[in-house]
C-alpha cells in the first residue's frame, strides 16, 4: 500500500547519501512544530510531544529504516542511532559497524596511555645497559663528534667539517 499522506521533505535514503539535507529539513520541521527539544540530551518533554516527534521523524524514514528501528521508541535514541548509521561518512565505526559502546570502550582506555611513558632499558649492577637497547644505544657526543675528535666544532659558524 502506497503512503497517502504528503511528505514535508525528501525521506531519508536507506544509503544515507541525503542525510546532511534530511537532518536540517528535519531539525527546522520538528523546532516549528514545538518538538525541537525532543531530539536534544537531557530533555524534559512530555510523552505526548516524544510521541508526535517519533511519528514525524519515522514517517520521513524510508521503509527499510523504519523496520531496522522498529523497536526505538524515544526520538532523541533514533535521532542518534541515524547519526551513528548516517552522519559518519569514512570514520572507521562507520564502516565496520561497531556498536558505539565499543567505540567508547576503545575511545576510553586510549585516553590514559598518552600520559604513561614506557622505555625498555635494563641496568645490571655496574650501571651497563643489557638487552635489545644496548645494539642503538647512543650518547650526547654521538650526535656531536667530528671525524678529528673533537666535539666542539657546531659552535660558531662553522659546519661540520670545520668551514666557514
Not at 520541521?29 to 518538538?35: E, Q, S, T
Not at 611513558?117 to 645497559?129: G, L, P, S
Not at 654521538?142 to 670545520?162: H, K, Q
Request: glycine residues 8%; proline residues 2%.
Amino acid at each position: 500500500m502506497s503512503n497517502l499522506s504528503k511528505l514535508e521533505f525528501v525521506a531519508l535514503d536507506i544509503s544515507g547519501k541525503n542525510y546532511l539535507s534530511w537532518i536540517l529539513d528535519a531539525e527546522i520541521h520538528l523546532d516549528a512544530m514545538g518538538l525541537g527539544d525532543t531530539i536534544k540530551d537531557g530533555n524534559k518533554e512530555s510523552l505526548q510531544n516524544r510521541a508526535k516527534a517519533m511519528i514525524f521523524i519515522r514517517h520521513h524514514l524510508h521503509e527499510a529504516l523504519k523496520i531496522e528501528y522498529l523497536t526505538i521508541k524515544d526520538p532523541l535514541e533514533l535521532w542518534n542511532n541515524l547519526k551513528e548509521r548516517c552522519g559518519m561518512k569514512g570514520h572507521w565505526s562507520r564502516t565496520c559497524r561497531t556498536p558505539k559502546y565499543f567505540i567508547d570502550l576503545y575511545q576510553a582506555s586510549l585516553k590514559g596511555k598518552a600520559k604513561d611513558i614506557e622505555t625498555n632499558v635494563v641496568f645490571q649492577d655496574n650501571n651497563t645497559i643489557v638487552g635489545p637497547s644496548m645494539t642503538t644505544h647512543l650518547d650526547v657526543s654521538d650526535f656531536f663528534a667530528d671525524p678529528d675528535g673533537g666535539i666542539d666544532n657546531l659552535t660558531g659558524n662553522e659546519d661540520i667539517y670545520g668551514n666557514v
